[in-house]
């Protein structure tokens, strides 16, 4: 006997629903048991390296290596796909971690090779600054970009090798500036010397007695002062950058522009001292003080502005 019928399609999908079930509990057994047998390989690689170096230079890595398989041991069903994918990862970080460690401790050393290179260069350059300064008043500036290296060398450890070079090369450009204005101070004090021995030179060649020249405190300024026979005196204040200032007292009328014009010629011709244009003052005698403050010996007052050639 034969027969014919068909089954519900309900029926079908319920046994497909079934069969998929059974194969995907199948599959996550599968991966369970691949689970298993990756962090035994994990664990081996984990024991197999050198933990101080590797905890150094790789931690991140090593962090993420260890809570994965920490994680292993308590999954649940719908994680096992995941689990497996970071062990797999794992296995790959740790089978790489050595080189990766060799070259951060490398490239790690380059940077602190680096940092000190740059730090010794600028303690070299602003250590030899200090033999070419001659003025006292660099003295203290230059202690100053010496404690300002000292800080630099504080920080190396923690600080990126673009912040040395940074904080060097800003103390090394102020140590070229220090050189600059020395050297300038130097050329002005060379030429004031000059004027002024060209100032005693001259006045004492003219019969003036002059008087040691003294350094004004308050001004800065060099006063040279010429006495003749007579009484009368001729007083130069010589400024740090070669300008004059002249006081003359004891002189009849306007005779002294003619002792004043003395003074500058044979400075000009003997000692090549040249005066730009004198700016005379002219005050009445009878209105000012002898002794007054700023001039010694008191007087009618002129001002001059010259420089040394």
């Known amino acids: ?15 497909q629903k079934q069969i998929a079930l059974q194969r995907e509990a199948e599959r996550k057994k599968q991966v369970r048991q691949q689970i298993g047998k990756v962090v035994a390989v994990v664990r081996t690689q984990i024991s197999a390296l050198n933990n101080d170096d590797v905890n150094t230079w790789a931690e991140e890595e090593m962090e993420f290596v260890q809570h994965t398989v920490a994680s292993s041991a308590s999954i649940v069903e719908a994680d096992v796909d995941f689990v497996l994918k970071r062990l797999h990862k794992s296995k790959v970080i740790l089978e790489q971690i050595q080189s990766l460690t060799e070259d951060r401790a490398r490239e790690h050393q380059r940077k602190v090779e680096a940092k000190r290179t740059a730090y010794n260069a600028a303690v070299e350059s602003v250590k030899y600054l200090r033999l070419e300064l001659t003025q006292a008043s660099s003295e ?35 140590a070229v500036q220090l050189r600059e204005r020395d050297h300038l101070a130097a050329v002005d004090e060379e030429l004031r010397r000059h004027i002024i021995s060209s100032v005693v030179k001259a006045m004492s060649e003219l019969g003036f007695v002059v008087g040691k020249p003294k350094l004004l405190r308050e001004s800065g300024n060099v006063a040279v002062v010429g006495t003749l026979s007579s009484g009368r005196t001729i007083r130069f204040d010589v400024r740090a950058s070669g300008e004059m200032e002249f006081d003359m007292d004891g002189f009849k009328d306007r005779s002294c522009s003619d002792s004043l014009d003395e003074v500058l010629l044979l400075m000009e011709e003997q000692f090549g001292v040249e005066s730009g244009p004198v700016q005379h003052n002219w005050k009445n005698p009878d209105r000012i003080s002898k002794g007054s403050k700023g001039f010694p010996t008191g007087g009618n007052t002129r001002t001059m502005g010259g420089s040394g050639q």
């Open 140 to 174: 203290k500036e230059h202690e100053r970009l010496m404690n300002d290296l000292l800080d630099v060398n504080d920080s190396l450890e923690q600080a990126t090798v673009e912040e040395v070079s940074e904080a060097v090369e800003a103390i090394e450009s102020q």
């Open 1 to 15: 006997m034969s027969s014919q019928g068909t089954v519900p399609a309900w029926v079908i999908e319920k046994q």
